[in-house]
């Protein structure tokens, strides 16, 4: 099972970009669907984005298409998620998870801790 490790997290200006970065340890990390979550305060995790194992399909939850940009280099064991024109609404404690994606939903098999992204209006 792979370990998981989110930098990259911070505080921006709305309309600013980010870009976080999930480190994978051990040697099976292209056998996995990767993807990102986020939590609000008071609110539940939610699906942002994921990718397949050989990075040949994408998914984004409509409110960040167009704005985030999910990819993964398996050759450094890394997955990225780029996102411009943040809102404050992006505001959210985003999480790294490894997994299987099928019909439309990640089973997620290993979390990252998580990193902190606030956007300040």
């Known amino acids: 099972q792979v370990q998981l490790v989110e930098s990259g997290g911070g505080l921006v200006q709305a309309g600013g970009s980010l870009r976080l970065s999930c480190a994978a340890s051990?040697?099976?990390?292209?056998?996995?669907?990767m993807g990102w979550f986020r939590q609000a305060p008071g609110k539940e995790r939610e699906f942002v984005a994921g990718?397949?194992?050989?990075?040949?399909?994408?998914y984004y939850r409509d409110s960040v298409k167009g704005r985030f940009t999910i990819s993964r280099d398996n050759a450094k064991n890394t997955v990225y998620l780029q996102m411009n024109s943040l809102k404050p609404e992006d505001t959210a404690v985003y999480y790294c998870?490894?997994?299987?994606?099928?019909?439309?939903?990640?089973?997620?098999?290993?979390w990252g801790q998580g990193t902190h992204v606030t956007v300040s209006s």
């Open positions: 990718i397949t194992k050989n990075g040949g399909y994408t």
């Open positions: 998870a490894a997994g299987l994606y099928l019909s439309g939903t990640m089973t997620v098999t290993v």
């Open positions: 051990g040697r099976t990390f292209s056998s996995y669907d």
